[in-house]
Protein backbone atom coordinates (compact mmCIF):
# COMPACT_ATOMS: atom_id res chain seq x y z
CA UNK A 1 0.00 0.00 0.00
CA UNK A 2 1.06 3.44 -0.57
CA UNK A 3 -0.14 6.93 1.09
CA UNK A 4 0.22 9.92 -1.37
CA UNK A 5 0.37 13.84 -0.42
CA UNK A 6 0.46 16.71 -3.14
CA UNK A 7 1.53 19.84 -2.60
CA UNK A 8 2.71 23.13 -4.19
CA UNK A 9 -0.86 24.37 -5.69
CA UNK A 10 -1.85 28.07 -5.55
CA UNK A 11 -3.21 30.79 -7.66
CA UNK A 12 -1.34 31.92 -10.52
CA UNK A 13 -1.50 34.31 -13.52
CA UNK A 14 -2.20 33.03 -16.96
CA UNK A 15 1.02 32.28 -18.55
CA UNK A 16 3.00 31.63 -15.01
CA UNK A 17 4.16 28.00 -13.92
CA UNK A 18 3.84 26.10 -11.34
CA UNK A 19 5.59 23.21 -9.92
CA UNK A 20 3.71 20.27 -7.91
CA UNK A 21 5.15 17.46 -5.86
CA UNK A 22 3.47 14.32 -4.69
CA UNK A 23 5.09 12.43 -1.50
CA UNK A 24 4.51 9.04 -1.16
CA UNK A 25 4.69 7.09 2.00
CA UNK A 26 6.20 3.17 2.21
CA UNK A 27 9.36 1.52 0.08
CA UNK A 28 7.54 0.35 -2.85
CA UNK A 29 6.83 3.15 -4.35
CA UNK A 30 9.44 2.29 -7.49
CA UNK A 31 7.29 -0.25 -7.78
CA UNK A 32 4.19 2.04 -9.27
CA UNK A 33 3.21 4.03 -12.10
CA UNK A 34 2.28 7.62 -11.25
CA UNK A 35 0.04 9.83 -12.87
CA UNK A 36 -1.46 13.17 -12.34
CA UNK A 37 -5.23 13.75 -12.64
CA UNK A 38 -7.60 16.92 -12.62
CA UNK A 39 -11.10 17.66 -11.99
CA UNK A 40 -12.35 21.11 -12.19
CA UNK A 41 -15.90 22.02 -10.48
CA UNK A 42 -19.08 20.32 -12.27
CA UNK A 43 -16.55 18.10 -14.37
CA UNK A 44 -15.31 14.62 -14.11
CA UNK A 45 -11.55 13.70 -12.88
CA UNK A 46 -8.95 14.09 -16.14
CA UNK A 47 -6.20 12.10 -17.21
CA UNK A 48 -3.44 14.78 -17.12
CA UNK A 49 0.45 13.04 -17.19
CA UNK A 50 1.72 9.35 -16.22
CA UNK A 51 5.23 7.95 -16.08
CA UNK A 52 6.17 4.10 -15.80
CA UNK A 53 7.58 3.09 -12.64
CA UNK A 54 11.13 3.75 -13.66
CA UNK A 55 10.36 6.70 -15.77
CA UNK A 56 11.54 4.91 -19.30
CA UNK A 57 8.06 6.37 -20.52
CA UNK A 58 5.48 8.91 -20.26
CA UNK A 59 2.20 9.99 -22.11
CA UNK A 60 0.08 13.08 -21.51
CA UNK A 61 -3.07 14.34 -22.38
CA UNK A 62 -3.40 16.16 -25.78
CA UNK A 63 -4.49 19.48 -23.72
CA UNK A 64 -1.20 19.90 -22.02
CA UNK A 65 1.50 18.27 -23.96
CA UNK A 66 4.06 21.12 -24.87
CA UNK A 67 3.68 22.38 -21.72
CA UNK A 68 3.54 20.01 -18.72
CA UNK A 69 6.42 17.70 -17.76
CA UNK A 70 5.94 14.62 -15.55
CA UNK A 71 9.37 13.14 -13.64
CA UNK A 72 9.62 11.15 -10.57
CA UNK A 73 12.62 10.20 -8.19
CA UNK A 74 12.51 7.18 -6.79
CA UNK A 75 15.24 7.60 -4.76
CA UNK A 76 13.03 10.29 -2.62
CA UNK A 77 9.77 8.81 -3.47
CA UNK A 78 8.37 11.96 -5.21
CA UNK A 79 6.87 12.50 -8.21
CA UNK A 80 6.47 15.74 -9.90
CA UNK A 81 4.36 18.06 -12.46
CA UNK A 82 6.54 21.07 -13.78
CA UNK A 83 3.33 23.11 -15.20
CA UNK A 84 4.23 25.78 -17.70
CA UNK A 85 2.27 28.57 -19.74
CA UNK A 86 -0.65 28.13 -17.91
CA UNK A 87 -4.08 28.91 -19.11
CA UNK A 88 -7.84 29.92 -17.05
CA UNK A 89 -8.58 26.22 -18.39
CA UNK A 90 -6.02 24.34 -16.33
CA UNK A 91 -8.30 25.56 -13.35
CA UNK A 92 -8.93 22.28 -10.90
CA UNK A 93 -7.75 20.06 -8.15
CA UNK A 94 -5.18 18.13 -9.26
CA UNK A 95 -4.18 14.68 -7.64
CA UNK A 96 -1.56 12.07 -7.98
CA UNK A 97 -2.07 8.36 -8.20
CA UNK A 98 -0.56 5.01 -8.13
CA UNK A 99 -0.72 1.75 -10.15
CA UNK A 100 0.59 -0.80 -9.15
CA UNK A 101 0.30 -2.54 -12.88
CA UNK A 102 2.76 -0.45 -14.91
CA UNK A 103 0.46 0.67 -17.56
CA UNK A 104 0.11 4.52 -18.16
CA UNK A 105 -3.96 4.23 -18.17
CA UNK A 106 -5.32 7.21 -18.77
CA UNK A 107 -8.83 5.69 -16.65
CA UNK A 108 -9.03 6.62 -13.09
CA UNK A 109 -10.10 2.59 -12.78
CA UNK A 110 -7.12 2.23 -13.26
CA UNK A 111 -5.34 3.69 -10.18
CA UNK A 112 -5.50 2.36 -7.06
CA UNK A 113 -4.25 4.69 -4.84
CA UNK A 114 -5.15 8.38 -4.83
CA UNK A 115 -3.82 11.23 -2.58
CA UNK A 116 -5.98 14.52 -1.18
CA UNK A 117 -5.81 16.63 -4.11
CA UNK A 118 -3.93 20.33 -4.47
CA UNK A 119 -5.99 23.29 -6.10
CA UNK A 120 -4.68 25.18 -8.79
CA UNK A 121 -6.28 28.15 -9.98
CA UNK A 122 -5.30 30.16 -12.92
CA UNK A 123 -6.14 33.99 -13.38
CA UNK A 124 -6.98 35.75 -16.62
Known amino acids: QVQLVESGGGLVQAGGSLRLSCAAS????????MAWFRQAPGKEREFVAAIKRTGSDVDYADSVKGRFTISRDNALNMVYLQMNSLKPEDTAVYSC?????????????????WGQGTQVTVAS
Open 26 to 33: GRTFSRYA
Open 97 to 113: AADPYDTLGVSVFEYDY
